[in-house]
């Protein structure tokens, strides 16, 4: 919960400046996430990990789901930050830049990621009001962007969106798909088979 009293414990953000710091602490827990997965993860560790303190992280998100949240959150935007840069690289086609893309989300040291993102959707979809929040834009934040690209490219705005729908519900099955069953070669197969009729000869 966010202290609404006028003293913040540890000399932390005073309310001007909280937001700042709660983005910060995200920033630093999505790094952690990363580099060191969700294995035996908690408040206190994950605190000390990235210089502040369980009762600081409380401050800020509420709880450890509600943080779990924030940190799926933004690793998808961190993803399609990613897909927006590759995507303006000069000489690069679209098939290519989803190539990259699909790459960095099945590198090996993500998969702790991935597996958070299925977890907290699956939490949301279960009614847990903690993981609620996880749902908002889970799929329109995504749509918006991929329509976008295929509109510039010529795609009727109808068309597009269900084109974007339908690469996000692909490139998300196989990622499950690679977790559940950890068959690379096979994930990578489909993938270039679905970037094939998706895109034609690209």
Not at 84 to 113: E, F, M
Not at 130 to 143: K, N, S, T, Y
Request: charge should be negative; proline fraction near 4%.
């Amino acid at each position: 919960m966010v202290n609404t009293g006028g003293s913040y414990p540890e000399g932390e953000a005073a309310p001007g400046t909280d937001r700042t710091r709660r983005a910060q602490l995200v920033d630093a827990a999505v790094d952690h996430v990363m580099a060191h997965g969700i294995a035996d993860l908690s408040l206190r560790g994950l605190g000390a990990a990235i210089g502040t303190s369980h009762r600081m992280l409380i401050h800020y998100f509420g709880s450890k789901e509600q943080l779990l949240v924030e940190i799926v959150r933004t690793s998808e935007q961190r993803q399609r930050d990613l897909l927006s840069r590759l995507r303006r690289h000069p000489g690069l086609s679209p098939a290519d830049a989803a190539r990259l893309l699909w790459q960095q989300l099945t590198d090996p040291r993500l998969a702790g990621q991935e597996r958070l993102f299925f977890e907290i959707c699956g939490h949301a979809l279960r009614g847990r009001p903690e993981a609620a929040p996880v749902l908002e834009g889970l799929v329109d934040d995504w749509l918006e962007p991929l329509a976008a690209a295929e509109v510039a490219a010529g795609t009727d705005p109808a068309v597009a969106r269900n084109r974007a729908r339908l690469g996000l519900a692909t490139v998300r099955g196989l990622l499950l798909d690679l977790l559940a069953t950890g068959d690379r070669a096979g994930a990578d197969a489909a993938m270039e088979e679905f970037l094939r009729l998706y895109y034609g000869s690209n």
